[in-house]
C-alpha cells in the first residue's frame, strides 16, 4: 500500500511564506515525476509544478518566480517552497506521484490526500 502524505499547510498573511512536504511510503521500487496541484472552491483541479527523478521542474505560469519545487530521493520527499504568497494561491494543495512498486509492475499515479493553504488578505 502506497500512502503519499502532505504536511506544511496552514494559514499566511499576503506576501508570507509556506513549505509544503510530501513523502512516499510504502513498498515503493522507484518515483518518476511527483508534483504538487491544487484546487480552490467552486475550480478544477490545477497543476502548480512538477519535477522529474532527475530534477527538473516545469511550473504553472502563475507561481513562476514565486515557487520553487524540489525533491530527496532519499527520501521519497517532495518539498514546495511557496513565497509572495497571494489570496488567489489559497487551495488545497495535492502531492501527486508517478510510480512503481516493482520492476514488473506497470508505472501508476498517486495523490495524497492534500493540505490547505490559505492566504488572507
Known amino acids: 500500500q502506497v500512502q503519499l502524505v502532505e504536511s506544511g499547510g496552514g494559514l499566511v498573511q499576503a506576501g508570507g511564506s509556506l513549505r509544503l512536504s510530501c513523502a512516499a511510503s510504502g513498498s515503493i521500487f522507484n518515483i518518476n515525476d511527483m508534483g504538487w496541484y491544487r484546487q480552490a472552491p467552486g475550480k478544477q483541479r490545477e497543476l502548480v509544478a512538477t519535477?522529474?527523478?532527475?530534477?527538473?521542474?516545469n511550473y504553472a505560469d502563475s507561481v513562476k518566480g514565486r515557487f520553487s519545487i524540489s525533491r530527496d530521493n532519499a527520501k521519497n520527499t517532495v518539498y514546495l517552497q511557496m513565497n509572495s504568497l497571494e489570496p488567489e494561491d489559497t487551495a488545497v494543495y495535492y502531492c501527486?506521484?508517478?510510480?512503481?512498486?516493482?520492476?514488473?509492475?506497470?508505472?501508476?499515479?498517486?495523490w495524497g490526500q492534500g493540505t490547505q493553504v490559505t492566504v488572507s488578505s
Open positions: 519535477i522529474t527523478s532527475g530534477g527538473s521542474p
Open positions: 501527486n506521484a508517478d510510480l512503481k512498486l516493482s520492476i514488473f509492475r506497470p508505472l501508476r499515479n498517486y
